[in-house]
């Protein structure tokens, strides 16, 4: 999976690279779908929502920049595979997710396998999680109608949003870096197109 579907199409992060060679993708989608855990494409997990396919996950990921030492936020900790990765590269990581199965599902992994520097609550992610911040970088895996002016808010100087931004059938996943103090001034850039299940809630599509 790693040389084929994401070393092969540009991903050289070599600290990314040896977190998906040790995270066990199989342990976050359903048993009926093990063999199909290392193909490169989406697959459903429980209540209509999916595991990303493993190039956008590594895409998304390279683009937070992460050394290590960072605080991060993930907007949709669905199966939980995103989030063991950010453990792998962060320092610490928290993860909102609104639908409480899907939390405790991967919380169960995630403590299976000594990520114990993931904070996990459910919750409407939209609004991220101000007490926390600031954050060195958040990551949305929600395709959301427009940009939250509130996550851009929690970001440090200098920190990383990627998010997929578009319509409920299409997005174009965004890295935003902000600049300095005023939440308008952030550099953009695209990384090419997407489709993510709906962002739900007060800052996305509604609930």
């Known amino acids: ?23 066990p993708r199989h342990l976050f989608v359903d048993e009926g779908l093990i063999d199909q855990a290392y193909n490169d494409n989406p697959l459903p997990i429980d209540r209509q929502q999916t595991i990303s396919q493993p190039y956008i996950v590594a895409l ?7 050394t290590g030492r960072e605080k991060v936020l993930e907007i949709g900790t669905g199966s939980g595979y995103q ?9 610490r990581v928290f993860s909102i997710e609104r639908i409480a199965v899907l939390a ?5 992994v995630l403590d299976a396998l000594n990520h114990y520097n993931v904070a996990i609550r459910v919750g409407d992610g939209t609004y991220g999680w101000r ?4 954050f060195d970088a958040i990551l949305v895996t929600a395709g959301a109608p427009s940009i939250p002016k ?3 808010e929690q970001l440090t100087i200098g920190g990383r949003l990627v998010i997929p931004v578009g319509s409920r ?17 952030v550099k953009r850039e695209d990384l090419g197109g997407c489709r993510f299940v709906d962002l739900i809630g007060e800052h996305g599509w509604g609930n």
């Open 60 to 66: 998304m990921t390279e683009a937070m920049e992460l």
């Open 169 to 185: 059938h299409s997005q174009a996943l965004l890295k935003l870096t902000r600049l300095s103090e005023n939440p308008e001034d």
């Open 83 to 91: 989030t063991a990765l950010l453990a792998e590269l962060a320092e």
């Open 150 to 152: 509130i996550l851009i």
């Open 1 to 23: 999976m790693v040389d084929v579907q994401i070393r092969a199409r540009g991903i050289s992060d070599q600290r990314l690279l040896k977190a998906i060679e040790k995270i």
């Open 104 to 108: 405790a599902g991967a919380r169960r």
């Open 131 to 134: 007490e926390e911040s600031p």
